[in-house]
Structure formats: structure tokens, C-alpha cells
């Protein structure tokens, strides 16, 4: 029993990563209502910025204010140069673009900085919390950036009317133009704030996993795997979903005998997939009525 | 009465398939103007291209403004609302959430929430079913909804595109009487698209009837409705 | 996904409309083409020397994986990214056939076809409840868990673990003046144009109509009396027959299979190509397999160092030039002569 609860526990501590990824997984989904593939690559290249920008002297404090800023402004250049050409066009077409993109961010981050595994501070620092082994000051303060931002961007979507012409913007952008929203802006600024969620969750990961430009891949399946367990449609349940998944994933490793390291991950997203078929629309997520 | 809206050779369709083949018509200021006509006689084609939807030639202007090549979301800035076929409504969101969008371009805090209050009174099963999804309402429901929605912009022109499809009779009933009342008591200007030709012949004052893509008739709404030749041949009744 | 309420720009769909007027009306032009293509093919050999034989090869094997998910994808709607798992166990099939019970190569291919099959159907039966972003996820596990259960140690006898499996090259035919690549080449192409031939004429038949009902608005399809568990599983079951018959041929030309060959990045690829051709445009399968195979070389021609950097642009630039792939570039050449 007491296995169990470390185990959830430490399941809780990785779990914070996926939680931050689903969450602007999410964001970005309420905004342009499709899966950004090349989530995590940008986050990867926003957080070597991040690095880059410490190497050239700036504190903490001020490199990831830059990051954000950076990113975001990125994220808006993204969605209104790069896709703007292909607005129209299906699907699927998008998917690949967005697989190109990850090709690009993916290469471009090697070559610049090459594919060494570097470390990455924390402003945390890494110390046990309360001398726990099982959760260290670092995660326990991921999870609560993760928590913080949650809470904002619940405000923000619920509460203010820029939050709410995105998501009817996102929801259906002819009807949402027929009342005066700009569809356009609206998604470059969903795009805009899904790339600075995105800085962030890389920025308080990478002093867990280490900064290289494979870092991420892993981590956005898990993103994925927790932002759909918990519905799409919710970031509190893109959060749950997340945490739900590391501790899905240790339990796995921990008490399944088959499963050693390398199955974890499928294993973990077999259960999701799972908890799909009997429950479609996520944990958390709202059954759209679909009336014919 | 000045004329609030005036089209002339409006040409439009779909993926270079023209729909339209140059539209003539009016609307006064104050007054209902409908566009009767079978499926696929361009109704809502024409109202697509006043709001900007779909690309269209011609010309087509409102209170002076000319409104072809002009983006949606300015043309709504005018103060024109279009309630669309099917409604439109935001089906994840709430009810009142729905309406609050429709008065997302407008500042006066106070204002809005007067309106508000005005949609509810209109609409008293809305004011019952704030807080739902606007998904699970029924068809005259939502259909009450997408007006208010409109409403909540305080538009000078109402387009509304079919209102009555797929509604209940007692239901469709009900709505033209308030629709009936926000023209003459609040002064809404309607452009009204209608295959029930004899509901929209009652509300309105004007009548123009389209036939793939062009004007084959028009005239008070009295006289269509009086003219049986008309009716016979265009109106099915 | 996005509701929209206007008719003629309707719903988001996987797939483009189905097989486009201006395509079908060009018959005679498509009879012609498909002649040209027929004496390209078969002329191949004749030019080229036998490592680009080889590649051209793998291009077709290619294009039949593709060709299959183009059937699940294109022509029913349901979205894959575990077709690199079906090409493992179409190839795995075939060389395990091969290594431990000496199965002449031939025999392989309708044996990684029925295995696949089943598998498909198998699968299918549970992802009938998943819809777009979910079915993509549960597919995506597949994927990423082949590599892995390939590698498990109690299969270690069976799969040969991280090392994988050799395979002999197979013999030409001795009343044959063939080379081995040549051979192949010539096999792999009968193989891909029989599997063509059947895929088009399924899509034509009532079967293939009742799939595209199903991708373009399940619901009127079921109130028609379509049986949409059955269909969908079905259509799970062919594309997986033809991407693992893809998968056994890849094994015999390659004569080697490994857990690692056959990742995510491959599902990817799969992807990749059946945009690049076309979406619910079958002959666009031999234009993705180029585009697979080809590109990557010429993007690390480009630069080493940034090779990914590179596919990704001409990626980016393909899709502007053409966002609904080869089947869109074609029916623009082609409305262009009937206009």
C-alpha cells in the first residue's frame, strides 16, 4: 500500500510535465480546434532561446519574460505567415504542415546547438522538498506554475470577452464573424498563446529530462495522451488528464510485470484509449449534442 | 422613408459557379422587404453576399456604405445582423454566452445589459435556459436564440434567412409576431428569406421574387399576395 | 471539430470530395496515362543500374502501403497513424515464413495479406467507437508500440529481438534474363498494379459507395441500411492486407527486417505521401511512394546538416503548390483542357 502511494505520488511529480503540455495542447486546440503536432517542438526551440539567451548573460528572471515574448510573437508569425497560404484547404493537408514544421524546428534546434544533452536551470533549485525523495522542490513548483496557469486561463476564457470571441471563434468561425469577431486575429492570438504556454512547459521541464532537441517528442505523446483523457474541450481536464497519465504510467511500469521501461509509454496509451471507448468525449470533456 | 438599402446587379455563386445573375432591390428604412423563392433560386445567396461570405460583384449599398468587398466582420460593425440558415448558434457554449457574442462589437457595458433584459422578455424560455448548452435546445428554441442573438448587436437590419425551417407552425407563429413587433415597435429594418411565401407575405410590406438567380417579380406584399397568377405559378398556393 | 452552418462550404471532412468529376470524365486521358506509365515502368530496369532499380522498387512497395491507407483514410474517413505497425507485421510475416519454415518468397505475400486482415479487423473493431482525433491517438499507440513488442524478450525466438531477421534474396526465374534486383523489381511492379486494379475496382463497386457514404455523413448512411460496424471494420481489415503485403515485399527487397525499421516516423511518412498524392485519389499512391522515398535523399543532398530543416520546407512549399496534393495539381491540368 505504501508502494502504491509513492508510486501515485511520483506519478503526480511527472505527471506535472504532461499537465503543463496538455495544457497548451488544449489551449491550442479551444483556439484553432485542431491537434498542433509541432506543440512540442516549438516549445523545445522557445526553451533553447531561453538558453541561448542566459548564454549571452541575461538572468533568469528576464531571459524567460524575453522567451515568452519571443514565443508568442512566434506563434502569432506561425499561424499568419505559415498557414495562411493553406487556410482553406482540408484537414489533413494542415497535419502535414504541421509535421513539416516539427521536421524543421527538430533540425534547426541540432543544428544550432547541436544535439549534446545540456542542463538547464531551475529557479526552483533542485533540493528534495521538505526532505521527500519522492518529490523535489523543482516539480512540486511545476506543479504549481501548472496550477497558476490553469487558473488563469480558466478566468480568461470564462470571464473576459476576448476570451470568449476565441472560443467562439474557434467553435464556429462563420457564426463567430456574423457577430463582429475577427476569426482571424482571434486564432493568431490562440496560436500566439499556445506557443508561450508551450515556452513555459519546456522551460520547467527541461531542467528535469535535460535540454536536446529530442526532448519533447515523449513528452507531447503523454501531452496528447492527457489533454484527450481529459477531454478537449477542458483545460482543467487537460491538467487532470496529464497528472493522470504519469501516474497511469508508473503504476504500469511498477505493477505489471511485462512492462519494463520500454512499454510504458504504449501501455499507458492503450488505458487512455480505453477510457475512450467507453467514454468518448474525455473525463472532463462535454458531450456535444449533435442534433441531425 | 429613405432607403436603407439598395442593390443593383448583384452577381455571386459558388466556386465559380455563378448563383446570382445580377439582383436588383430595396429596402426603406423601418420597412420588411422579403425574397421569396424556391430552393436554389439564390435567397440565401444573396444574403451571403450582402454580408460578405461569399465573393460578389455589383453593387450594394447600405446607408451610403458600399458593402461589396467589405470583410464580415466590418459589415456587422454597420449594424447589420444576419440570422443564418440553421441558426448558427454557438452549440458548445451557453445560451447566454450566445448572446453576449452577439453583442461582442459594442462597448456601452450598461447598454448590453439593458438588451439583455429586452431578449428575455421576448424570449422568456431563454431567460429559462441561461445557462444551457445551446446545443440541447430545441429547434424553435434556437432559432428564438439566433434572434436574440441578433437583437443584442441593436442592428438597424435584420437579415434573417429562413426562419421558419424546420419549425412547428404554432412555434413559427409565435416568432412572426415578435418579429412582427420588433419592426414596428423597435423600428428593426428586415430583409426576410422565406420559402413560406404566405408567413412572410403577412409580415412584410415589400416582395421580390427570385428565380435562379434573377428577379422575376416584385411589388407590395399585398399585391403578390393578391395576385393570383403569381401565387399560382411561383408561390405554390 | 468546427460546426459550420452553410451548406456549400460544408463540414470539414478527412477527405476531399470523392473522385472528382473532371478525373472520371477524363477517361480516355487517364487510359493514356495509364499506358505511359505502363511502358515507363516496365522500361525502368532497362536504364537503370540495379541500385536504382532497386530504389524505384521501394518506391512501388511504398505506394502500396499507401495505397492502403489511402482506402482506410481517403475513401472511408477514418484517420490512421499506425499503418507503420501492419507494415511491420506484414513484413515480419513474410520473413519469419521465410527464415524458419523456408516458405517460398511468393507464398509470403497472400499469407502477410490474410494475417493483416485480421489484424486490420481485429482493430477495427474497438476503434469503431473513436472518431478523428481519438482514432488518430489509439493509432498512435499502435505505432509507437510496435517497435517495442517487436523487441520484447519472449518473443525473442520468434522475432529475432533488436537484431531482427535476415532474409535471402530471392532467385529470378531460371527461363528468366534477369538480375535479382531486376527480378524484384518487376514482381514488386505485377503485384502493385493487380492490387491497383482491385482497389479502384472496389472503390467503384457498391462496396466502395457505401464506404464514401460513410466518410462523407455516417449518419444518412446507416439510415440507409448501412451496416457501419461491418463496413468500417472491413475497411480496416483491406487497408491493413495491402500495407502488410507493402510490408512483406519491403522485407524480401530489402532481406532484412528489424524492430526499428518500422517506428512511428515510418506512419509518418505513410501519412506524408497519401497527402502528397492525394487524399481519396488512388493513383496519387505512386506519387506519394516518390515523394517518401526520394525527397529525404535529395533534402540530405541539400544539407547534411540540416537535412530535416529542408525536407520540411519543400513539405511546406509542395503543400502551398498543391494543398490537396497531386489529385488537385492533376484535375486543375486537366480542367484546364476541357476549358
Not at chain 1, 490562440?190 to 527541461?206: N, P, S
Not at chain 1, 501501455?267 to 456535444?288: D, E, N, Q, Y
Not at chain 3, 460546426?3 to 477517361?27: F, I, K
Request: net charge positive; aromatic share 10%; proline share 4%.
Amino acid at each position: 500500500m505504501e508502494l502504491l502511494g509513492q508510486q501515485v505520488l511520483a506519478g503526480i511529480a511527472t505527471g506535472a510535465i504532461y499537465a503543463c503540455m496538455a495544457l497548451a495542447v488544449v489551449m491550442i486546440y479551444q483556439a484553432i480546434d485542431h491537434l498542433n503536432f509541432a506543440q512540442g517542438e516549438m516549445a523545445m526551440f522557445s526553451t533553447f532561446i531561453a538558453y541561448q539567451l542566459m548564454l549571452w548573460g541575461f538572468p533568469y528572471g528576464i531571459a524567460f519574460l524575453l522567451t515568452i515574448v519571443i514565443s508568442f510573437a512566434g506563434g502569432v508569425f506561425i499561424d499568419r505567415v505559415i498557414f495562411k497560404p493553406i487556410h482553406d484547404a482540408p484537414i489533413l493537408s494542415h497535419v502535414v504542415v504541421f509535421i513539416a514544421l516539427l521536421a524543421i524546428l527538430n533540425s534547426a534546434a541540432g543544428f544550432i546547438w547541436d544535439f549534446t544533452v545540456k542542463s538547464f536551470p531551475s529557479p526552483f533549485g533542485s533540493s528534495p522538498l521538505f526532505g521527500s525523495s519522492l518529490i523535489s522542490a523543482h516539480q512540486a513548483g511545476m506543479v504549481c506554475v501548472t496550477l497558476l496557469l490553469l487558473l488563469f486561463l480558466f478566468f480568461f476564457f470564462r470571464y473576459t470577452r476576448i476570451g470568449l470571441s476565441m472560443r467562439a471563434a474557434a467553435a464556429n468561425p462563420a457564426s463567430a464573424r456574423l457577430v463582429g469577431v475577427r476569426v482571424g486575429w482571434m486564432n493568431a492570438l490562440g496560436w500566439g498563446m499556445a506557443a508561450a504556454i508551450g515556452a513555459i512547459a519546456g522551460i520547467l521541464i527541461a531542467p528535469v529530462v535535460f535540454l536536446e532537441p529530442n526532448m519533447m517528442i515523449s513528452i507531447l505523446l503523454y501531452g496528447f495522451a492527457g489533454a484527450v483523457l481529459g477531454g478537449l474541450t477542458s483545460p482543467a481536464g487537460a491538467v487532470i488528464g496529464g497528472f493522470t497519465v504519469g501516474v497511469v504510467e508508473n503504476l504500469a511500469g511498477t505493477f505489471i510485470p511485462v512492462v519494463g521501461g520500454e512499454l510504458k509509454l504504449p501501455i499507458a496509451l492503450m488505458l487512455i484509449v480505453a477510457v475512450l471507448v467507453f467514454k468518448p468525449s474525455g473525463l472532463m470533456g462535454r458531450t456535444v449534442v449533435q442534433r441531425v | 422613408m429613405s432607403t436603407l438599402l439598395e442593390v443593383k446587379g448583384l452577381v455571386a455563386g459558388y466556386g465559380g459557379i455563378p448563383a446570382l445573375h445580377g439582383v436588383d432591390f430595396s429596402l426603406q428604412e423601418g420597412g420588411v422587404t422579403t425574397l421569396l423563392g424556391a430552393n436554389g433560386a439564390g435567397k440565401t445567396t444573396t444574403l451571403r453576399a450582402l454580408c460578405g461570405m461569399i465573393r460578389a460583384r455589383g453593387e450594394a449599398s447600405f446607408a451610403g456604405k458600399r458593402l461589396i468587398g467589405m470583410q464580415t466582420e466590418d459589415i456587422v460593425r454597420l449594424g447589420i445582423a444576419h440570422v443564418p440558415e440553421g441558426r448558427g448558434t454557438f452549440t458548445r457554449l451557453t445560451v447566454e454566452e450566445n448572446l453576449q457574442l452577439g453583442a461582442m462589437t459594442r462597448r456601452n457595458g450598461p447598454d448590453i445589459k439593458q438588451d439583455f433584459e429586452r431578449v428575455y422578455d421576448h424570449f422568456p424560455r431563454l431567460r429559462q435556459r441561461r445557462m444551457q448548452q445551446a446545443g440541447t435546445l430545441s429547434g424553435g428554441e434556437q432559432q428564438m436564440l439566433a434572434i436574440g442573438r441578433a437583437l443584442m448587436l441593436r442592428p438597424r437590419l435584420m437579415l434573417l434567412d429562413e426562419p421558419s425551417f424546420g419549425l412547428a407552425p404554432l412555434v413559427v407563429r409565435e416568432m412572426f409576431d415578435i418579429l412582427g413587433g420588433l419592426n414596428r415597435n423597435e423600428k428593426v429594418s428586415m430583409l426576410l428569406v422565406e420559402q413560406n411565401a404566405s408567413l412572410a407575405l403577412s409580415l412584410a410590406d415589400t416582395a421580390y421574387l427570385l428565380e435562379t438567380g434573377r428577379i422575376v417579380t416584385s411589388g407590395p406584399a399585398a399585391q403578390i399576395r393578391e395576385d393570383e397568377g403569381v401565387r399560382r405559378s411561383y408561390l405554390g398556393y | 471539430m468546427a460546426e459550420t452552418t452553410l451548406a456549400p462550404t460544408a463540414g470539414e471532412a478527412v477527405a476531399t470530395a470523392e473522385m472528382p468529376r473532371s478525373l472520371r470524365r477524363g477517361g480516355r486521358i487517364a487510359l493514356i496515362s495509364g499506358i505511359v506509365f505502363l511502358v515507363v515502368a516496365i522500361s525502368i530496369p532497362l536504364f537503370f543500374r540495379n541500385f536504382v532499380v532497386f530504389q524505384f522498387t521501394q518506391m512501388l512497395v511504398y505506394a502500396i502501403a499507401i495505397l492502403g491507407l489511402n482506402l482506410l483514410t481517403g475513401i472511408n474517413g477514418q484517420f490512421s497513424l499506425g499503418h507503420s505497425a501492419f507494415y511491420a507485421l506484414g513484413a515480419y510475416t513474410a520473413a519469419i515464413l521465410m527464415d524458419q519454415y523456408s516458405v517460398n518468397y511468393i507464398w509470403t505475400l497472400p499469407a502477410a495479406g490474410v494475417v493483416c486482415f485480421i489484424a486490420g479487423f481485429l482493430f477495427g473493431l474497438p476503434a469503431l467507437r473513436l472518431e478523428g482525433i481519438y482514432l488518430a491517438l489509439a493509432t498512435f499507440a499502435l505505432a509507437i508500440a510496435t517497435p517495442q513488442i517487436l523487441k520484447l524478450s519472449p518473443l525473442e525466438h520468434w522475432t529475432g529481438g533488436v537484431q531482427g531477421i535476415v532474409i535471402v534474396k530471392p532467385d529470378p526465374p531460371s527461363w528468366l534474363p534477369l538480375n535479382q534486383d531486376q527480378w524484384l523489381y518487376y514482381f514488386t511492379l505485377a503485384v502493385a498494379l493487380i492490387l491497383y486494379i482491385l482497389a479502384r475496382n472496389l472503390v467503384k463497386s457498391r462496396t466502395g459507395r457505401a464506404l464514401m457514404a460513410i466518410r462523407d455523413n455516417p449518419i444518412a448512411a446507416r439510415s440507409m441500411g448501412i451496416n457501419l460496424s461491418l463496413y468500417k471494420s472491413l475497411a480496416f481489415g483491406t487497408s491493413a492486407l495491402y500495407t502488410g503485403i507493402a510490408g512483406a515485399l519491403g522485407a524480401i527487397i530489402v532481406q532484412f527486417v528489424a524492430p526499428d525499421s518500422f517506428t512511428l516516423v515510418l506512419s509518418i511518412a505513410f501519412l506524408v505521401g497519401l497527402v502528397v498524392g492525394g487524399v481519396g485519389w488512388l493513383p496519387g499512391a505512386i506519387f506519394g511512394g516518390a515523394f517518401v522515398l526520394f525527397v529525404p535523399n535529395i533534402a540530405e543532398g541539400v544539407s547534411k546538416g540540416l537535412s530535416g530543416a529542408v525536407y520540411g520546407v519543400i513539405l511546406i512549399l509542395l503543400i502551398y503548390l498543391m494543398p490537396t496534393g497531386a489529385a488537385g495539381f492533376v484535375r486543375a491540368v486537366l480542367s484546364r483542357f476541357k476549358a
